[in-house]
Antibody, heavy 120, light 107 residues
């Protein structure tokens, strides 16, 4: 059974950098696409970006200037860094795996989510 | 970005009812449409991919249809566990985008 678990600080100060890690168990990081998706309280879902196990990345243009997703294959983990955060970045952050389809981009496994609040 | 619009934003129904949720894309997306269920405090869970293909383990009372720009999710024989929020997601082009959700409530 594939399991994903987010970890990191639940409170970040404005203008600082949000850093989260996703630990994957029950599956290897390769050869999948690994995603970060967020959901502000009471709102919809926003895709932040993906990382392919080889290290290739693709980010949402709305966040691209502030986002870095990286991988540590030795630990079967991947990470998110979001710089210069504001209150608008307060959200539940999910790590998630893209399903194995070559033709469709759907999310088949999600972490439980971690609430990150941006506040001084 | 492709905008996804779901309707209605909320819906009240009774156990045993059949309901249809709608998702419309701002441009052509072929059949690149996925549906998720999200219960309060939980992560979303995949129901349908490629517009009409049922994810393994999902009950057969869920079905999806549509192509192009207009899509529907139908839930027949509503069970108590089906009352949740439902999101559509397009995968035709990056960035992938989600609808704002339809909240299905017990009448």
């Amino acid at each position: 059974q594939v399991q994903l678990q987010e970890s990191g600080p639940g409170l970040v100060k404005p203008s600082e950098t949000l850093s989260l890690t996703c630990s994957v168990s029950g599956a290897s990081i390769s050869p999948y696409y690994w995603n970060w998706i967020r959901q502000p309280p009471g709102k919809g879902l926003e895709w932040i970006g993906y990382l392919y196990y080889s290290g290739n990345t693709n980010y949402n243009p709305s966040l691209k200037s502030r986002v870095t997703i990286s991988v540590d294959t030795s630990k079967n983990q991947f990470s998110l860094r979001l710089s210069s955060v504001t209150s608008a970045d307060t959200a539940v952050y999910f790590c998630a795996r893209r399903g194995p389809s070559y033709t469709d981009y759907y999310i088949d496994y999600w972490g439980q989510g971690i609430l990150v609040t941006v506040s001084s | 970005d492709i905008q996804m619009t779901q309707s209605p934003s909320s819906l009240s129904a009774s156990v045993g009812d059949r309901v249809t949720l709608t998702c419309r894309a701002s441009q052509y997306i072929s059949n690149s449409l996925n549906w998720y269920q999200q219960r309060p405090g939980k992560a979303p869970s995949l129901l349908i991919f490629s517009a009409s293909r049922l994810q393994s383990g999902v009950p057969s009372n869920f079905s999806g249809s549509g192509s192009g720009t207009d899509f529907t999710l139908t839930i027949s024989g509503l069970r108590p566990v089906d009352f949740a929020t439902y999101f559509c997601q397009q995968s035709y082009s990056l960035p992938i985008t989600f609808g704002q959700g339809t909240r299905l409530e017990i009448k």
